[in-house]
C-alpha cells in the first residue's frame, strides 16, 4: 500500500508532492468494537493509529511536513513534544536523511517513545520544563536558524492527518459521532478539515484529561498534569481552530478524569483485545462516560448511530503506565504441581 500523500495525492498541496518522504503511513485498521457498541448502543469502530510505522498518528501529518521540508532542501527538523511527535519526527528524518533535535519535557516522557526517538538518531533534549515552555522555545529557535519547524503549527502537518477522516469515509460510509483525545489541538482541526472536504458533519466530541483541559476551562493550564503524558498540554497551538471546529460540529470538548482514562485504558485490551496507550484511552472513556448525544441518535434517522473513536497512540508506547495498572506475573518452578496452581490458580 502506497503512503498516505501518493493515495490522496489530488487532495494534498504541491509543496508536499515533489519530494515524498514517507513509510507507508496510514490506511490504519477501523475495527468494530462489539463489547464497546453494546455499552454504549451504537456501532462503534476503532481507527487504530497505532499501526502507523512509529506506532502513533503523528506519521500521518509528518510525511507530509518531512516532504515540505525535504522540497525546501532542509538538512535538520526540530519539534517540541510529548513524545510522539519526537518519535516520528525523529524516523522521518532518518528516512530523508536530515539530521533532528526534540525537546521533551523532562521526566514525563513514555520509555517507549524515547527509546524511539533515541534510536532513530534524534539529538534527544530534556527540556527542565513542560510542552508549552518547550513549543514556545523551539518557535524562537527555528525563527532564528535554518531548521525546519515539524510541530502542528507547522501547517502541512494537519494536511496528512486529515486523511485519516477520508479512509473513515472511504471504509464506512458517513459516520454520526467521532470521539477523539485533544492535546495540542492538532489532530481535531485535522480531522474537521478532512470532513469537509468530504462534505461530511459528524459530531465531533474531543476530551482532554481532566488536569490539562484549558479548551474546557477556556484558559491556559500554566502547570498541567495527567498519566496521560501525551496530553499532558496547558496552552494548545491550534485553540481558536479546534474550538471552530467543534462548534461547526455542534459537538463538544469535555474532560475525563485520569481514573476514566485508567478504566477505560484497561477495559479496552481486555474487553475488545486493541492496547492503546492512555491519552488515546481519554477517547473511549469520554464515549463510556458521556455516550452519544441525541442529536447524533438523531442523525441516524432510527438506524443505529455510527460511531468512529480514535486510538492515537499505540499501547506499547507507554510500559510503565500498563505495569503501574495491572496485577503481577506469576513465579513458577518447573514442577507440574505448581504448574497446575500457576495456571488454574487453586
Ligand atoms: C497519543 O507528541 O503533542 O491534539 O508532542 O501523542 O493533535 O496534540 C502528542 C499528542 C493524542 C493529542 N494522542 O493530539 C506530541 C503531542 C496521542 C498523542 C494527542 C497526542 P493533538
Redesign the pocket.
Same mark, same amino acid.
Given at each position: 500500500m502506497a503512503g498516505l500523500i501518493e493515495r490522496y495525492i489530488d487532495r494534498m498541496p504541491e509543496e508536499v508532492t515533489s519530494h515524498i518522504v514517507s513509510i507507508e503511513e496510514g490506511s490504519t485498521p477501523l475495527v468494530p468494537a462489539p463489547a464497546l457498541s453494546e455499552r454504549v448502543d451504537a456501532d462503534v469502530y476503532l481507527k487504530l493509529e497505532g499501526a502507523n510505522p512509529t506506532g502513533?498518528f503523528?506519521d500521518r501529518g509528518m510525511t507530509c511536513a518531512v516532504s515540505a521540508a525535504a522540497r525546501e532542501g532542509a538538512e535538520a527538523v526540530i519539534c &517540541?513534544?510529548?513524545?510522539?511527535? &519526537?518519535a516520528s519526527a525523529a524516523a522521518y528524518a532518518a528516512r530523508a536523511g536530515m539530521t533532528c533535535a526534540v525537546l521533551v519535557p523532562e521526566g514525563k516522557i513514555a520509555a517507549g517513545k524515547l527509546a524511539q526517538a533515541l534510536i532513530y538518531g534524534a539529538r534527544v533534549i530534556s527540556l527542565n520544563g513542560n510542552?508549552d515552555v518547550a513549543l514556545q522555545l523551539v518557535r524562537d529557535l527555528a525563527d532564528h536558524h535554518p531548521i525546519s519547524l515539524v510541530n502542528?503549527v507547522n501547517d502541512f502537518r494537519l494536511e496528512g492527518q486529515k486523511t485519516s477522516s477520508f479512509e473513515i469515509v472511504d471504509e464506512i460510509g458517513p459516520i454520526d459521532l467521532l470521539t477523539i483525545?485533544?492535546? /495540542? &489541538?492538532? /489532530? *481535531?482541526t485535522a480531522y474537521w478539515k478532512g470532513f469537509k472536504e468530504y462534505d461530511q458533519a459528524p459530531e465531533l466530541n474531543g476530551y482532554q484529561a481532566a488536569g490539562a483541559a484549558p479548551l474546557v476551562e477556556g484558559r491556559r493550564v500554566e502547570n498541567p498534569e495527567t498519566v496521560a503524558s501525551? *496530553?499532558r *498540554?496547558g496552552n494548545?497551538a491550534r485553540w481558536e481552530e479546534a474550538m471552530a471546529a467543534i462548534t461547526e460540529s455542534r459537538g463538544a470538548v469535555r474532560a475525563v478524569t485520569d481514573d476514566e482514562i485508567l478504566d477505560a485504558y484497561r477495559w479496552l485490551p481486555a474487553n475488545e483485545g486493541v492496547f492503546c496507550?492512555p &491519552?488515546?484511552a481519554a477517547s473511549v472513556a469520554g464515549l463510556i462516560k458521556n455516550g452519544v448525544s441525541d442529536a447524533a441518535r438523531a442523525k441516524a434517522e432510527g438506524g443505529r448511530p455510527k460511531v468512529v473513536c480514535v486510538l492515537?497512540?499505540n499501547g506499547l508506547k507507554d510500559p510503565d503506565t500498563a505495569f503501574d495498572n495491572v496485577g503481577s506475573v506469576i513465579p513458577c518452578e518447573p514442577e507440574m504441581g505448581q504448574l497446575e496452581k500457576a495456571v488454574l490458580g487453586q
Open positions: 502513533s503523528k &517540541a513534544s510529548t513524545g510522539n511527535t &519526537a510542552f502542528s483525545p485533544v492535546g /495540542n &489541538a492538532g /489532530n *481535531i501525551a *496530553i *498540554i494548545p496507550e &491519552a488515546s492515537t497512540g
